[in-house]
């Protein structure tokens, strides 16, 4: 408006209290933003800076935080349909450390709620329903399962369908009921899709892929790849998929969902994971290993029964 008035930059600075250069800037660049003559100056607001889960583009985001942030760390906070946890590392290399939260491990939870080891009613509990942090406050039943069941559904429909652009909300919740019930087995893309045909719900061997990358993606479920002991090579088949939450997984069971071995195995899984630990699923000729975990370039074996081998 003063620029429609005729009045030169050093005008608008002092009359908006502002710098000449800031003003000349904002000019150039059609960014000025004022009001009536005689109110504040009110400076530019980019639309990709909402302040909503879901905003235009989060990496601009970030990427504006940390430049004006100065002397002061950002902190990213969980993901959405719009940038993925992995992907923070292809859009801000070398600009940011990760650190992973994961759910409560069985030991923090028997902290949290004043326990002590040994009681098998309690390890039940944590298998049954999982370790995220809220649910310790609810009563086991009908309360926990509410909760649990509006955690899933945020985390599929808006991390998960939104991404992929899901056409059958089914489809992917076939794929994740199957991995559910298939949990320290090896899941194989084409086979399911196979499967689902045979049940009715056609999925090709590309939906189930994307499907099953999304649910590692937004960290569903932890993917494992296999690792040769005596070739000491990765195998880029025969993945299994384990639950990054058990209780999220409960929320949705169909049957009778895994067995205790099943669960217990899923629990080691990710206690290795949350220690640090690059996790495979393990081989050594006609062998089976439950896992191989890596450390700073040295595997460690865990067999059957938990034993240890180097």
């Known amino acids: 408006k003063m620029g429609s008035e005729g009045k030169s930059i050093r005008e608008m600075a002092r009359e908006l209290g502002r710098g000449p250069s800031t003003v000349s800037r904002e000019v150039r660049r059609g960014l000025f933003s004022a009001g009536a003559a005689g109110t504040a100056y009110k400076p530019y607001r980019d639309p990709r800076l909402r302040s909503a889960s879901n905003v235009a583009d989060p990496v601009y985001v970030a990427s504006w935080a940390h430049r004006r942030a100065r002397g002061l760390s950002t902190f990213i906070s969980g993901s959405n349909a719009q940038l993925l946890s992995d992907e923070l590392a292809t859009n801000l290399a070398g600009r940011y450390a990760q650190f ?103 999925l090709s061997t590309d939906t189930v892929y994307s499907y099953l990358g999304a649910m590692e993606r937004s960290l569903l479920f932890q993917r494992l790849r296999r690792y040769d002991v005596r070739g000491k090579r990765v195998m880029y088949r025969l993945d299994k998929y ?44 006609s062998g089976e290993i439950d896992f191989v975990a890596v450390k700073d370039g040295a595997p460690a074996r865990a067999g059957p029964g938990g034993r240890r081998a180097g």
């Open 100 to 202: 992973r939260v994961w759910p409560l491990s069985y030991a923090e939870s028997l902290a949290l709620r004043g326990l002590a080891p040994g009681d098998p009613a309690v390890l039940r509990d944590y298998l049954d329903w999982g370790g995220l942090p809220q649910r310790f406050a609810l009563e086991p039943g009908p309360e926990t399962m509410t909760y649990l069941r509006d955690v899933f559904a945020s985390v599929v429909l808006r991390d998960i369908v939104q991404r992929v652009r899901a056409r059958s909300v089914a489809g992917l919740e076939a794929v994740i009921e199957f991995a559910q019930e298939n949990l320290s087995r090896v899941l194989s893309p084409k086979s399911l899709a196979g499967y689902l045909r045979a049940s009715g719900r056609a």
């Open 242 to 285: 384990y639950a990054t939450d058990l209780g999220l997984l409960a929320s949705k069971r169909i049957g009778s969902g895994p067995g205790p071995g099943d669960k217990l195995e899923n629990a080691v899984c990710v206690e290795l994971l949350a220690r640090g630990f690059d996790v495979f699923t393990g081989s050594a000729g």
